[in-house]
């Protein structure tokens, strides 16, 4: 931490914050400048947010955190990238290029099925499809709970793919990894630490999205939680953040891509559905996704988008979705993955 | 809902949305506009959001909402502003301004206590403090839990003011609710559904935090669920909104408070420490907060702020809050309230 | 500046780094720290950009300003508040509450000089009317130009208030100053330096409006302009900031009020108007803003709102405002202001 | 326009409502619906904000737009894209991928002409450099103006290259003009309307920057501006837009491409470096923005980054610049585009 001193703070201000520096452990070194003085405070200031509280001294302008506040999520754990496997012989994170595709909502059997063969046959490799749904209104659809996870299973089944599928409760974290291949942490989760923690301890691949307001770095440090309680498969998904425009349902923070691959070795996953919330955005958010080096798609499919129970203006139809997988092969080409 | 068609939709394109509006429960009205076609779908448009999926059919450019999505919530269903009782012969959304105030944290014992005292003599009618804490980083200090109610419950007995406190896991509900007087929810949960409808069956005064990136209309939805389980005391909290300003820790939206005054009869509390994040602004922002019309405010007090093991630098000390309570007293007066 | 070094950087890459600082005429000092280090650059660095391109250097990290790039609008050179006169007798930043008042644009004899009347009378010591217009399209009213400034005139003379109206481009600036009292730089040309160039070069009090995007240190430096260039007499206005939030036109920044009071001795204004969009909010954000500890108002006001040319439904009718003016008396009273 | 009436609104309300719209020369057409009803007011509405003005009439709750506001930019003028030439064989928004490189200020004659030969040799086909810095503090260096103009002339003169360069002043429209080939608007001017309409009166081919805080609907307003004053060469610069996240300067709205594709005619070019603010960022979003469709790109170049009198952290190092050209290449030839 840097602490900056007020312009004509005093010794003994100075003196205070040297004192207190020591006490909380660490070594206090002062650079004395023209105009005012800075005190670094050498010592690993990860979780020691106390330090922070020195703002509160008397002659105490403000405290500039340096170190990253992530420890096993960063490279300097881990320079080299991560390779997660989420099924036997399928890894997210290598020169494999993931596309998770489904229905926002899992509807009745025919419509996953349906979906899931569709999906496979245009080269998706999961089969995405939410059964507990997060709806901002009490009275839109919520899902069809276990139902939808048996429905999910079944598809499976019926198509080979792997399934991945949202937790939403803490308390729903056995059932939902009783069905799933992947546990979904939706953007609204993000920091619901208490469910974070659960799937920590839990031997499946998490895909976690980032929240609409969140920055990179607490982004990372959700991913964190999960981490150092032991389960080191998460995968980050980028989805979207929330500003002032309102062509697009968020902004697709693309540039998060090489952001993230600078400072964590875990893969990144693009979810372009959500992000533009228009079905005629996606498959160009998907090829620039791509082209920015991520490791993975997840996109919304519907046989009929204008019956979807949520979600339909931005799922793309099967037929749609397949001719955006074929440009989408030789973008991924160029970039050395192959789908 | 209004649906927009595109300029140039053809005659068939119009009568497949119209039969679908049908099929779905609505009448369609169209008007012939010179360039382009609208239709209105007239009905109760909320909690189906499947209009909204009509934007997939073709012809179809826009789909519009009308009316607002929540119910109980709204002005329309109880004009009059509801008063909610937190304790026995206290309530918020009246002539009496309500003030809460506490530690972020709950340390000790003395700590705790000793600030009930000090709160309690400035005029606080409710002590805050935490006892579950969502901390960005999983190194940081995650509060004292049940320990932490437990002196919560002392400081109530010793002081004898009411306590609010949050509850961040569903599993933890029924154990907040042994200690608590008012069940808060972060702005981190505001979206946690499952939490939500848990505390809708409570009986027990709620405080709702926005979340840093909720719209007003999100935020009434948030109360919705609590509200639409059967719990009809919820208080709406303004802390702050996320923005692109870095001066402040968020933006405060003091305008959230007539807006939500034209909008619901719920009462609104502000809470200008995490909105600003720094001490010295908090007084200002609570004397703006009550000549804009709030019926509460929730305010961090520590006794030595720069030893805080959370929120440090935001927390007023025991003399700056008495001194902002006697100006605050005038403030209110001028509004019609009393402390 | 501090320059945080790359963990893993070596001691050339140190070095090299050094030997630029002193080439910029800075000392270095090197803080050796537990995982990385880090090196204060001594001497003064505002102006001195250039420092920030060391971030290309091999083994830099990034580069953190320590110092405000602002002078003359700092506290540092005047502590105290700097009361300025905008007309005989009457100046912004002492005990008086000024208020400006007027239609967003002017539109004729009638109601320009009806609205003078009725604004003076209600309490208002500045008129406000816009003679130049910046409007999103190219279609809208642009506004009368130099007829309208000549009918501001009439309005001031047949009233006996000061002027305050917007200045758009450079090349009308001494055309505007033929006319107006106070010369108004709109939001969209906070970062014109041209225009804040010669409005520095003028003898006349400056309204300068912060951008929907700008930041608070942004806009200081925006002052900066105009008063290193000689013009001592700038207000600053808060006119809402751009977020996510769509239930307001802006979101109003009000925590900028003590945030600029501690950063700066300049005065400053809200605009409620233009901040939320919504003539019903304006009073209670008037009241806010006064009990927040600002030195003025700047508000919309128009005979008859349903029939204006530009910005109806925020102006508040004259008898909207003279009943809000009384309400704001007595919250000035409390902070010590007089209308 | 869809005036939507408060629940409750009685028939007077409606009929003055209904009455009022006449008199502005609309055709009032209401849906009464269950809960209010609704008034569809048939005309073009583009132009006429006055209509706005009904908010502030009784009985109204909101006003609703349905046309888009711009005419000349938008696709239903002109279906096709526009071809825009910039120079002799040089077109914007066909087939050619048109990359425009060079540093962020001229500095020197031999900084800017070393610069041309690199960046020509690894195929961009147009210069670009900065001789009027708009810059936020009146004390950084604020270009060599018309010396750099030369030097830019100089520059083009020995590798053929077109030049590109900001005009910030009305008044040096004409000088510019003399010099450059294309003219740059920069974000800080995107609503300099005076500065807009002088430019749509020139014969020479416009490069608009979108501002931080422009949403995409009046980045379009603003190039009608200059279309509506005769001058059809108009390209939309996308440079990042302003948000929460700190890790980038600013955040890239990738997003833009396909939304401006869908709603105007005109070419879309993306400038990675204001974007990202970090050149090791750069690359990415070059490849990313040719995948989503952009017809060109800006790219900031200086042959030594770390002695860059202005954003140096962003600039590319020509050797960097040229690897990138060679991946970009393939990207382009996947989108069916050639360098």
């Known amino acids: 931490m840097i602490i900056v001193m007020q312009t004509g703070a005093g010794k003994e201000a100075l003196a205070e914050v040297k004192k207190r520096i020591k006490e909380l452990g660490y ?26 509280s020195l703002e509160s001294m008397p002659g105490v302008e403000s405290v500039v955190p340096i170190l990253k506040p992530y420890k096993l999520a960063s490279k300097e754990v881990r320079p080299e990238p991560s390779a997660i496997e989420i099924a036997p012989g399928l890894s997210v994170g290598g020169d494999k290029l993931v596309v998770m595709a489904g229905p926002c909502s899992v509807e009745s059997e025919e419509q996953i099925v349906e979906t899931a063969h569709k ?28 139902d939808g996870l048996k429905l999910l299973a079944l598809a499976r089944e019926e198509s080979g793919l792997p399934i991945v599928t949202e937790v939403v409760n803490p308390r729903d974290v056995d059932l939902v990894a009783k069905y799933a291949d992947i546990m979904q942490v939706g953007a609204r989760n993000v920091q619901n630490f208490a469910l974070l923690k659960m799937l920590g301890q839990l031997d499946k ?16 440090m959700s991913a964190e939680y999960i981490l150092s309680e032991g389960n080191q498969r998460v995968m980050l998904c980028e989805r979207g953040i929330r500003t002032f425009e309102t062509a697009t349902r968020n902004t697709l923070d693309i540039s998060a891509v090489p952001v993230l691959k600078e400072q964590t070795h875990l893969p990144v ?30 996109v919304e499919i519907h046989p009929t988008p204008e019956t979807a129970t949520s979600d339909g203006p931005q799922s793309l139809r099967p037929e749609e979705f397949a001719a955006m997988m074929q440009k989408l092969a030789e973008f991924a080409k160029v970039t050395g993955k192959k789908l």
Chains 1, 2, 3, 4 share one sequence.
Do not use: W
Not at 131 to 145: D, V
Not at 278 to 284: F, I, T
């Open 27 to 52: 070594k206090p070194h002062v650079i004395h400048g023209t105009t005012r003085n800075v005190i670094g405070a050498i010592g690993d200031e990860r979780g020691k947010s106390v330090l922070q």
């Open 119 to 146: 999906v496979k046959a245009a080269g998706a490799t999961v089969l995405r499809g939410g059964a507990f749904k997060p709806r901002t209104s009490p009275y839109s659809f919520q899902g069809m709970e276990e």
């Open 269 to 298: 996953i693009i979810d372009p559905s959500h992000a533009t919330g228009h079905a005629s955005l996606v498959p160009s958010m998907c090829y620039a996704s791509v082209a920015a080096g991520c490791d993975g798609l997840i």
């Open 205 to 220: 691949p998490i895909l976690l999205k980032r929240g609409m307001a969140t920055t990179i770095q607490e982004f990372l």
